[in-house]
């Protein structure tokens, strides 16, 4: 099985701010002209989990441009360039390059 | 609207069986791989099982292989997992989600993503 690991597992930061986070897999995911099978996940309190950037760094629709993806390989990043009270939640990676399907741990984005 | 509604969990002993449902609506069901996804109690989302746009494919994480079975029925666009012999490390919310495949721009693979979610029935197996 692909092991997903994110970093940080939580942060404290501010509205305005610029936060990345890294999903790291255990084994290299291909892909083909810059999209990988790699997507990220937003998750709020009591809610279902959201799609925002599929294959590594599509933007789902509907999805603010603040949020972006990016990486190649083992290595893949999340970032929201300005964060906004709205955006205080949980976010998953998830790999769908082989069965089974996995998911990193969770990266819990509070306010400072 | 697309629209995914789970129901059926609930409490149940160990040992215990459960069928969960997920009734879809909005979209071409038939159309789609489906999957269910859990998530215990503070804890984070773990694929379950997926299934293939007739059926005839399906997939299993190894923890539930053997004791959980999913099926669908397009005529109904209904998913379902009927769940055996469960125990206490089931206990989790249970979200159907849509997975949705789409080409890079070379057209040379597919790219899934789950792009629509319900909004989670809750399991609980204890005695």
């Known amino acids: 099985d692909i092991q997903m690991t994110q970093s940080p597992s939580s942060l404290s930061a501010s509205v305005g701010d610029r936060v990345t986070i890294t999903c790291r897999t255990s084994?290299?995911?291909?892909?083909?002209?810059?999209?990988?099978?790699l997507n990220w996940y937003q998750q709020k309190p009591g809610k279902a989990p959201k799609l925002l950037i599929y294959?590594?760094?599509n933007l789902q629709s509907g999805v603010p441009s603040r949020f972006s993806g990016s990486g190649s390989g083992t290595d893949f990043t999340l970032t929201i360039s300005s964060l906004q009270p709205e955006d205080f939640a949980t976010y998953y990676c998830?790999?769908?390059?082989?069965?089974?399907?996995?998911f990193g741990q969770g990266t819990k984005v509070e306010i400072k | 609207e697309v629209q995914l509604v789970e129901s059926g969990g609930g409490l149940v002993q160990p040992g215990g069986s459960l069928r969960l449902s997920c009734a879809a609506s909005?979209?071409?069901?038939?159309?789609?791989?489906m999957s269910w996804v859990r998530q215990a109690p503070g804890r984070g989302l773990e694929w379950v099982a997926n299934?293939?746009?007739?059926?005839?494919?399906?997939y299993y994480v190894d923890s539930v292989e053997g004791r959980f079975t999913l099926s669908r029925d397009n005529a109904k666009n209904s998913l379902s997992l009927q769940m055996n012999s469960l125990r206490a490390e089931d206990t989790a919310v249970y979200y159907c989600?849509?997975?949705?495949?789409?080409?890079?721009?070379?057209?040379?693979?597919?790219?899934?993503?789950?792009?629509?979610w319900g909004q989670g029935t809750m399991v609980t197996v204890s005695s």
């Open positions: 989600a849509r997975s949705l495949g789409r080409k890079d721009p070379s057209g040379s693979a597919w790219f899934s993503s789950f792009d629509i």
């Open positions: 909005g979209f071409t069901f038939s159309s789609y791989w």
């Open positions: 299934i293939n746009q007739d059926g005839s494919e399906k």
């Open positions: 084994q290299s995911i291909s892909g083909y002209l810059n999209w990988f099978h």
């Open positions: 294959a590594a760094s």
């Open positions: 998830q790999q769908g390059y082989s069965d089974p399907w996995t």
